[in-house]
């Protein structure tokens, strides 16, 4: 029965493949880290399907991506965040349409070194680790919790320009982009792995799919948002249980960039084997269904954003965002 599905699984690839195969020309992509590791694995098969294709996947972070997207200068634009009223504005100034296409869910994922004794945090405690008032003040494991170590607290996170340190600070200070300022900052998340896993003393955050590459050298903490310890998993991203750090994560789509037919069969060929490659890179497939209605979304071109006013931590399905109408 296994080698059955297995091999059904393989046809239905390659006819997906052959689907959209035989475009040639540029595809060009930008913006979140945490969307790079899904459209990185799209990109590498729509190449091989497509030999006369090339697709380029940079990482400047969700901000950094929205401002090339809205300068015309990139087809799709990553983003482990929806597009802001700011960046609405600047696109619809520079005559730039676009569809929203969610992508996957991911499990935002707090890290610490293995030789840390802690195995859970609550939302309360990063907050009060993470709140501007923090800065030059709380130093120490213990002044956040006085059964923790009296050990200096390095922390590492995402770059201002990143949608994730948006998110993390919305779901856990309470607003985005509120965060102490004296902390490893960077936009490739690589760099927050690496700072985690060489400090004992050492506290981070990132998408899922890094942590699961990284799970010999990092230690992920459970999330106590007051009803107890859950950790970041599939099961519980899907069962709504992991709040507020689960979210969905996106791509954006340049209407006149749907012209040029190698964008169009990208984008289609992305949806197509979106719930494989997601898996793969460790991140959390949308339901079946709602894949279908995000290809509707994308075949219709349904121009806008309906996700701009769900705020982090909402528990809000996919599925449910996408009924509603869409802002220009």
Partial sequence: MKTKLILASLFVTLIALKSYAGVTGLVTVDGSSTVFPITEAVAEEFQIANRGAKV?????????????????????????RPIKAEEMQI???AGIQYVELPVAYDALTIVVNPKNPLSSIKVEELKKMWQPEAQGVVTKWNQINPSWPNQNLKLYGAG????????????TVGKAKSS?????????????VQGVATDVN?????????YAENQGKLKALAIDNGKGPVAP??????????TPLSR?????????SLEKPQVKAFAQFYLAQAASLVAQVKYVPLPAGTYQLVAE??????????????????????EQVLAKSPKL
């Fill in 233 to 242: 998993s599939k099961e519980t991203v899907e069962n709504g249980t992991y």
């Fill in 91 to 93: 696109c619809k100034d």
């Fill in 160 to 171: 201002s320009d990143s949608g994730t340190f948006e998110y993390f600070t919305e779901a």
């Fill in 180 to 192: 102490r300022g004296d902390y490893t900052a960077s936009e490739d998340d690589n760099v927050v």
């Fill in 56 to 80: 380029t996947v940079g990482i400047s972070g969700t901000g950094g991506g929205f401002k090339k997207f809205c300068r015309g200068e990139i087809d799709i634009s990553d983003a482990s």
């Fill in 297 to 318: 979304r994308l075949n219709k071109q349904v121009l806008g954003t309906s996700f701009a006013d769900v705020h982090a931590g909402s528990g809000l399905k996919v």
């Fill in 202 to 210: 050492g506290l981070g955050y990132f998408g899922y799919a890094y």
């Fill in 248 to 256: 969905p994560i996106f791509i954006y789509v340049n209407k006149k």
